[in-house]
């Protein structure tokens, strides 16, 4: 079982920038995709940034390309979710997810719209307010 933490929520101006972290222990050993999905009150989750194993590959959102940038943080089992530009529209529950090993990345890449159910593993959560 993989256990994900995010942090680095909170309230920001527009046009100001967040960084998110998710740091991921338990059996993690690095051969996950990792994602970044939101969720706002009424409406269904959304993946907005994806990373391969690799820590190369990566796939973004229509609605957050150029201004979200995933990357590896400080080791191999942190993914960063770097936000820049936010607007009210990004007020949401950013939740890290990481699947179970062994997703095509070549599958990921091409979607249009990354869904939820590719992922096994869910951290709980943490509040984005852009106000």
């Known amino acids: 079982h993989v256990q994900l933490v995010e942090s680095g929520g909170g309230l920001v101006q527009p046009g100001g920038s967040l960084r998110l972290s998710c740091v991921a222990s338990?059996?993690?050993?690095?051969?996950?995709?990792m994602a970044w999905f939101r969720q706002a009150p009424g409406k269904e989750r959304e993946g907005v940034a994806a990373?391969?194993?690799?820590?190369?590959?990566?796939y973004y959102s229509d609605s957050v390309k150029g201004r979200f940038t995933i990357s590896q943080g400080n080791g191999k089992n942190t993914v960063d979710l770097e936000m820049d530009s936010l607007t009210a529209e990004d007020t949401a529950t950013y939740y890290c997810?990481?699947?179970?090993?062994?997703?095509?990345?070549?599958?990921?890449?091409?979607?249009?719209?990354?869904?939820?159910?590719?992922?096994?593993?869910w951290g709980q959560g943490t509040q984005v307010t852009v106000s």
């Open positions: 338990g059996n993690f050993y690095g051969s996950n995709v």
């Open positions: 997810a990481a699947d179970l090993g062994g997703t095509s990345w070549a599958t990921i890449s091409q979607m249009k719209i990354l869904r939820p159910y590719l992922f096994a593993y």
């Open positions: 990373m391969n194993p690799d820590g190369v590959g990566t």
